[in-house]
T-cell receptor, first 116, second 114 residues
């Protein structure tokens, strides 16, 4: 069964550095999402992406964040200048939009970001 | 925006007993309600979902009920097994925009005691 994949599994960075988290959504999926989960807390929506543009974003997704689909398979989340509070597990998810309507989102394994 | 409340935060049951987790949502326009199971350090895995045109859905030992009027939905696990131990998250979507992003509850740590 196809799965969403993410790299790296763990990223350690210094405060102020830029990081890029990578995701490969399921191949026939059209909607892509980033969520984050601070340790011990609930999963929070960051941004959704459809048709090569952001469709929705939360208040967490400020100017330090950006997303991109640089090619036909990858979907990336960039944090320009990391802060200590960016330390979290970042999940990518994707959803298919068929001729009908499908809500199910499939999550990747996550990237644990640690900002020192 | 949408707000999802989930209770209890922790739940311990004896193996073979039933477990019930409850969620409420704030936006009556939400129309899709999935439940995810998350084992430690792993990705959230969809275990069951329900849409607002249905009041109940069952899949083997797992069932979900939805009360649109009261804006609450519940997860029922029967004949619990130790491998059911995990964090369970409810979520809601469909309230706004076309992206159908999920708003999650705060999670329930379920422990099934052998």
């Amino acid at each position: 069964e196809p799965e969403v994949t993410q790299t790296p599994s763990h990223q350690v960075t210094q405060m102020g550095q830029e990081v890029i988290l990578r995701c490969v959504p399921i191949s026939n999926h059209l909607y892509f999402y980033w969520y984050r989960q601070i340790l011990g807390q609930k999963v929070e929506f960051l941004v959704s992406f459809y048709n090569n543009e952001i469709s929705e974003k939360s208040e967490i997704f400020d100017d330090q964040f950006s997303v991109e689909r640089p090619d036909g398979s990858n979907f990336t989340l960039k944090i320009r200048s990391t802060k200590l509070e960016d330390s979290a597990m970042y999940f990518c998810a994707s959803r298919v939009r068929a001729s009908g309507f499908t809500d199910t989102q499939y999550f990747g394994p996550g990237t644990r970001l640690t900002v020192l | 925006g949408e707000n999802v409340e989930q209770h209890p935060s922790t739940l311990s049951v004896q193996e073979g007993d039933s477990a019930v987790i409850k969620c409420t949502y704030s936006d009556s326009a939400s129309n899709y309600f999935p439940w995810y199971k998350q084992e430690l350090g792993k990705r959230p895995q969809l275990i069951i979902d329900i849409r607002s045109n249905v009041g109940e859905k069952k899949d083997q030992r797992i069932a979900v009920t939805l009360n649109k009027t009261a804006k609450h939905f519940s997860l029922h696990i029967t004949e619990t097994q130790p491998e059911d131990s995990a964090v369970y998250f409810c979520a809601a979507s469909g309230a706004s925009g076309s992206a159908r992003q999920l708003t999650f509850g705060s999670g329930t740590q379920l422990t099934v005691l052998p």
